[in-house]
């Protein structure tokens, strides 16, 4: 089995900023999303992709990771919204104005 190690970058509402996982290369992008998502106990809504900033482009959903030769040496991916919305809801509690942070 040959395995990635991709650094990810996932959107601003997520309760993390960068994960570092070990991915199967056999993989297709959008089962690496389910990967991703149920490892990291994160949701996984409709229209959630795999981005390279680096090339501005998107992954196909159907192509494998290993046909993604960059993968290797990119900084970073991103795991966000195709479509700019739909991404998760903050975790922050909003409910209490008295209350800046949360602390984990």
């Not at 056999?26 to 795999?50: K, R, S, W």
């Amino acid at each position: 089995m040959a395995a990635l190690v991709l650094r990810i970058k996932f959107p601003p509402t997520y309760p993390l900023i960068y994960k570092t996982l070990r991915i199967d290369a056999n993989l297709t992008v959008h089962e690496a999303v389910l990967f991703i998502a149920e490892t990291l106990n994160i949701p996984n809504d409709a229209g959630i992709g795999l981005y390279l900033p680096d090339e501005k482009r998107w992954l196909d959903d159907n192509s494998l990771l290993n046909t993604y030769e960059s993968l290797q040496d990119v900084e970073h991916i991103e795991y966000k919204s195709r479509t700019g919305g739909g991404s998760a809801p903050s975790t922050r509690n909003t409910s209490d104005s008295s209350s800046c942070c949360i602390i984990l």
